[in-house]
């Protein structure tokens, strides 16, 4: 105890860097469709000579807004604070969330940024990898691949999974939700059969499908291991609907992306809406938020997944006990994770999660300079 224990380090500058990747098709699913990869890299600097790096999201349309946000109106708040202090940080800058005419989840975006960045600055200072600061579980989890899109030709289903088990990735999560329940079976079943029983298949229909679409599905694919439905069902009507699909069909249910704060994630829980909770820290309010929600769902016996954001997850799902799996995408719908990202090991369907200290990522400068997005 005494001032001698305590750091007194101080936040001297933040620095944003957006990336834009040309994609080599566009990827379709329920009623979205993906033609670029972006992402926002976050540093903050410490007049201890310790620089907090991490990259968050995937929103090429918003991301030079969020940018701004750093830099106009967090950044002011944060500089020559102690960035040690991050739940005290997280708690000043949410007050601009408060503006009722601004559209939170692109706040709460920003936020996440910083936090991120800020616990990579927790974690070196401690000398130790997010996990272990967090109190460790896991060293390595089942990696496995968001895909599966909607595309004219069947058989390239085969291939993707080809390429996956190439990778030495278990599993994929392959998307539903804007053809009928019974085409998206064949799709599902086809994808099974070829890949094999270990190999972990889901269902995802980023909410495309009504409840009885959802039903149906569930029931046409219950013979061949579907690990979980992914937001099955249409945003508006989601809480009760989750609950009726869960109990209807047997089949367990995650959801929890689409949600910006610990208390969505508590509605879900109360309204026995879902036995994943796939809570995106990078749109929810950075790693401070999602280490709360792990807690209410640890106290309600809900799994943790978490949407994308491998070098993001992969500590974060390492320090809780009831994790599942780390998602990638195939190289070439997310070059980003397969460029930037240098330091990652993944052998045997299981990611090995960073030992260095803080977010333990390094990047690569080449790939920075060459999709750097200049305004
Ligand atoms: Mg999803």
């Given at each position: 105890m005494g001032s001698k224990t305590q750091s007194t380090m101080i936040i001297n500058d933040i620095k944003?860097?957006?990336?834009?990747?040309p994609l080599n098709k566009t990827y379709k699913g329920s009623y979205y469709s993906m033609t670029k990869r972006a992402t926002l890299i976050t540093e903050i600097s410490t007049d201890d000579g310790i620089n907090g790096i991490i990259y968050n999201g995937d929103e090429p349309e918003e991301q030079l807004e969020i940018r701004n946000i750093i830099l106009n109106e967090i950044s002011p708040i944060i500089k020559g604070l102690n960035p040690l202090n991050v739940e005290m940080i997280w708690e000043k800058c949410f007050y601009l969330t408060k503006n009722i005419l601004r559209n939170r989840s692109t706040v709460?975006?920003?936020?996440?940024?910083?936090?991120?960045?800020?616990?990579?600055?927790?974690g070196k200072k401690a000398n130790m990898p997010l996990r272990q600061l967090w109190g460790s579980y896991h060293d390595e989890l089942p990696i496995i691949a968001i895909g599966g899109y909607y595309s004219k030709n069947l058989n390239d289903l085969n291939s993707e999974i080809e390429?996956?088990?190439?990778?030495?990735?278990?599993?994929?999560?392959?998307?539903?939700?804007?053809?009928?329940?019974?085409?998206?079976?064949?799709?599902?079943?086809?994808m099974r059969k070829f890949a094999g029983e270990k190999f972990i298949l889901i269902a995802d229909a980023n909410q495309g499908y009504g409840e009885q679409e959802a039903i149906e599905f569930c029931n046409l694919v219950r013979d061949y291991q579907i690990d979980w439905i992914e937001e099955p069902i249409e945003w508006i009507i989601d809480r009760q609907s989750l609950k009726s699909i869960r109990y209807k069909t047997g089949i367990a249910v995650a959801a929890g992306q689409s949600e910006i704060s610990r208390q969505g994630i508590l509605d879900l829980i109360n309204n026995e809406s879902i036995d994943?909770?796939?809570?995106?820290?990078?749109?929810?309010?950075?790693p401070t938020e999602w280490l709360k929600v792990a807690g209410l769902c640890e106290s309600n016996s809900i799994h943790m997944a978490h949407h994308e954001e491998p070098q993001i997850s992969a500590q974060l799902l390492g320090s809780v006990n009831k994790a599942k799996y780390i998602e990638c995408f195939h190289p070439d719908r997310d070059p980003i994770?397969?460029?930037?990202?240098?330091?990652?090991?993944?052998?045997?369907?299981?990611?090995?999660?960073?030992?260095?200290?803080?977010w333990g990522i390094t990047l690569n400068n080449d790939f920075i300079n060459k999709y750097k997005v200049t305004v």
């Open positions: 944003v860097t957006a990336l834009e990747v709460i975006k920003a936020i996440s940024c910083v936090d991120s960045a800020l616990w990579d600055i927790v390429d996956y088990q190439k990778l030495g990735i278990s599993g994929c999560k392959m998307k539903i939700g804007s053809a009928s329940p019974e085409e998206d079976a064949k799709r599902f079943i086809q994943i909770c796939n809570f995106d820290a990078s749109w929810g309010g950075g994770f397969w460029n930037l990202l240098e330091n990652k090991k993944i052998a045997n369907g299981k990611y090995k999660i960073p030992n260095l200290p803080g």
